[in-house]
Nanobody, 113 residues
Framework: QVQLVESGGGLVQAGGSLKLSCGIS????????MGWYRQAPGKQRELVAM???????NYADSVEGRFTISRNNAKNTVYLHMNSLKTEDTAVYYC???????WGQGAQVTVSP
């Protein structure tokens, strides 16, 4: 069983920065993709950023240039550095790892005007 534990969410003013971290433990053979999704109230969960074991990454258009994803394979940890935050970034952010897919419990990020 794989467990994902997120940390680093919170409240920040627009234009500010936050860093999310996700530590992964349990029955890990080899993790390929690690990343972050988010879900705002009344909306579907959407991909924010994903990073492969090789380091190759991709981002949602809405966060490109503002967010940076990174991973430490030795520590099975993935990070999301969020800069120039906007009110529309407010959501619950979920850590993802797989395959097979595993999810964290979610971290609330709230961006105030």
């Amino acid at each position: 069983q794989v467990q994902l534990v997120e940390s680093g969410g919170g409240l920040v003013q627009a234009g500010g920065s936050l860093k999310l971290s996700c530590g992964i433990s349990g029955n890990i053979f080899k993790l390929n993709a690690m990343g972050w999704y988010r879900q705002a109230p009344g909306k579907q969960r959407e991909l924010v950023a994903m990073i492969e074991h090789s380091g190759s990454s991709n981002y949602a258009d809405s966060v490109e240039g503002r967010f940076t994803i990174s991973r430490n394979n030795a520590k099975n940890t993935v990070y999301l550095h969020m800069n120039s935050l906007k009110t529309e970034d407010t959501a619950v952010y979920y850590c993802y790892a797989g395959p097979p897919p595993a999810w964290g419990q979610g971290a609330q990020v709230t961006v105030s005007p």
